[in-house]
């Protein structure tokens, strides 16, 4: 299995302020990393795909970078509504997640 | 906009088989993968397996023995089976498709269903 770690697990932030996770892999996956936000009690939503893609409808102040084994997802301007636990996923094999990061505003 | 619906037994025994369905609305089965994905309470997620419209699957290797994921044509809709269950096995789970582009992304998410093994 292809594992997964990010950093921070936690965080809080204020509106307005740039946040970003980063995701790490334990070998390179080509792209093939995906990103997701969960709200509790809700299904993860998709934001990012193949590491740089913004999902269609996804607000622009979100974005994802990197390559090889290290990534990372940019909130450039953090809202009220951005709250929530991010997950990193790889699908270059047998798809695995990350542990999540938790966003507090 | 491919919606997805699920139901299934929530509360289960040890020994027993869970069965989730997922039905498609707004898409048909055709050309996409139709995967399973679970997250125990409070922790995070974890890929069951999947299926395609040609029948072909995967799984998870840690749970490859006692899960089978299967089509309903007909009924566009897939169903998970994994058996036999443990308290290990208590989780929300969801059905997802796979997004369009190739990226092995999950664009398009059931609401989940929690599932709870107990004596």
């Known amino acids: 299995d292809i594992q997964l770690t990010q950093s921070p697990s936690s965080l809080s932030a204020s509106v307005g302020d740039r946040v970003t996770i980063t995701c790490r892999t334990s070998?390179?996956?080509?792209?093939?990393l995906n990103w997701y936000q969960q709200k509790p009690g809700k299904a993860p939503k998709l934001l990012i795909y193949a590491a740089s893609s913004l999902q269609s409808g996804v607000p622009s102040r979100f974005s994802g970078s990197g390559s090889e084994t290290d990534f990372t997802l940019t909130i450039s301007s953090l809202q009220p509504e951005d709250f929530g636990t991010y997950y990193c996923?790889?699908?270059?094999?047998?798809?695995?997640f990350g542990p999540g990061s938790k966003v507090d505003i | 906009q491919v919606q997805l619906q699920q139901w299934g037994a929530g509360l289960l025994k040890p020994s027993e088989t869970l069965s989730l369905t997922c039905a498609v609305y707004g898409g048909s089965l055709s050309g996409h993968y139709w995967n399973w994905i679970r997250q125990p309470p409070g922790r995070g997620l974890e890929w069951v397996g999947e299926?395609?419209?040609?029948?072909?699957?995967h799984y998870n290797p840690s749970l490859k023995s006692r899960v089978t994921i299967s089509l309903d044509t007909s009924g566009n809709r897939f169903s998970l089976e994994l058996s036999p269950v443990t308290a290990a096995d208590t989780a929300t789970y969801y059905c997802?498709?796979?997004?369009?582009?190739?990226?092995?992304?999950?664009?398009?998410w059931g609401q989940g269903t929690l599932v709870t093994v107990s004596s």
């Open positions: 070998q390179n996956i080509n792209g093939y």
């Open positions: 996923q790889q699908s270059y094999s047998s798809p695995t």
């Open positions: 997802a498709s796979r997004h369009p582009s190739g990226s092995g992304s999950y664009v398009n």
């Open positions: 299926i395609h419209r040609s029948g072909s699957t």
